[in-house]
């Protein structure tokens, strides 16, 4: 598997949506690709957890950053895969947008309204959560995003889901083995 191929199909996915490309990585998952987050992005990388337990779990974190598809950076994922190391994602919100919308999904509630981490960036949650879905809470999952790439059960290459209002949420594989395929 060439991780060139993996990165030229996110690059080529990010620029037919036209649409801003966002990381989501767990820093309890690959501590390293958390700092090269923070190495590429600047300030522009932000945690999910708030107050204390922002300073406290600073090592262990997810972090949502802007990724700029023509970087260094996306070399970095794809050498990642199968480590279950995080998410990307498309938006056009805006970055606030973004980050408010995974923090407020980052926090679920159970019947007796205990509230717990829901760990929907490890792609073995995110794969096993989505197709449980109705078409209404998919689309409160989706809320701003646009599209997720996830990596796949295999750690070959990625997922691609969209959310299409109505008709619900659609994968599509992109792989190597998969290079050159659209919908």
Known sequence: MEPEQLIEQIRHKAHI???????LVDGAQDLTLAILAREA???EIRTLFQGKNAENLAYVAPYVFPIDPD??????WTEAIGENAGILLT???GFDAVHAHLRDIFIAQDEEDQEYF?????PRVFRTYLPTCTNEEAAQFFGP????????????????????????????????KHAGSER
């Open 118 to 122: 829901f760990r929907y960036y490890d």
């Open 41 to 43: 992005c600047g300030q």
């Open 145 to 176: 995003v646009s599209s997720f790439l996830v990596e796949d059960e295999e750690g070959e290459g990625y997922l691609y889901y969209i959310d299409i209002p109505e008709s619900g949420v659609i994968t599509e594989p992109l792989s190597p």
């Open 17 to 23: 949506e036209d649409r801003p490309l966002y990381g």
């Open 91 to 93: 938006s056009d919100a």
């Open 71 to 76: 970087s260094l950076y996306l070399q970095y």
